[in-house]
């Protein structure tokens, strides 16, 4: 079965500090692979997604995330936090089947 | 504009009482999902539906049912609510490519925050 793991259910970060928010997946086929950021009293909004063109996916925002099959990592990323970055990110996986599983999130805080 | 569109956002409901939570989507897509998100456990999906009349169970169904008789409608029916039933709600909808769904990313809704007394 297909499961995602985030690493640190809670990150906090300088402003101005490198983002990396960890996420990694089991899986026998590589799959499509998605972050997705929450803000307060919001929807998910989709940051970027993996499926297959190339393994350095850049999203909104400024982020980006590479996909590392050996290590089957999908880890986020972002040179320089600002204080808007302040959210909840979701890493989720899905294998073109019906079924997209999500992992427990990751609260960033990001300290001025 | 693009959206997933879910009613109520707050919702208080006593034990018991029948409630639904409306979703409508104008992507025209197939695929629509209703998740439940609680802290440190993520979203678990409750069911979801591959196209009009087509409904299948996620990982957390008990206490809950759906219809999809529209294909913009999937509105999240709980027929007797109970205070584990409180939670943060998403209704969500896709695409469904070539390359099968999972390939187009999840649109959601702003969220139903319900509490059961």
């Known amino acids: 079965a297909q499961s995602v793991t985030q690493l640190g259910s809670h990150v906090s970060v300088s402003e101005g500090a490198l983002v990396l928010l960890r996420c990694n997946y089991s899986?026998?086929?590589?799959?499509?692979l998605f972050w997705y950021v929450q803000y307060p009293n919001q929807g998910l909004q989709l940051l970027l997604k993996?499926?297959?063109?190339?393994?350095l996916v850049k999203g909104i925002n400024g982020f980006e995330a590479e996909f590392k099959k050996s290590e089957t990592s999908f880890h986020l990323t972002k040179p320089s936090a600002h204080m808007s970055d302040a959210a909840e990110y979701f890493c989720a996986v899905s294998k073109g089947t019906y079924k997209y599983i999500f992992g427990t999130g990751t609260r960033l805080k990001v300290l001025a | 504009e693009a959206q997933v569109t879910q009613n109520p956002r707050y919702l208080i409901t006593v034990t018991g009482k029948k409630l639904t939570v409306t979703c409508s989507q104008n992507m025209n897509h197939e695929y629509m999902s209703w998740y439940r998100q609680d802290p440190g456990l993520g979203l678990r999906q409750i069911y979801y539906s591959m196209n009009v009349e087509v409904t299948d169970k996620g990982d957390v169904p008990e206490g809950y049912k759906v219809s999809r008789k529209e294909k913009r409608n999937f509105p999240l029916i709980l027929e007797s609510p109970s205070p584990n039933q409180t939670s943060l709600y998403f209704c969500?909808?896709?695409?469904?490519?070539?390359?099968?769904?999972?390939?187009?990313?999840?649109?959601f809704g702003n969220g139903t925050r319900l509490t059961v007394t």
């Open positions: 969500a909808s896709s695409s469904i490519t070539v390359q099968g769904l999972g390939s187009s990313p999840l649109h």
């Open positions: 993996y499926t297959s063109a190339a393994t």
């Open positions: 899986s026998s086929v590589p799959p499509y």
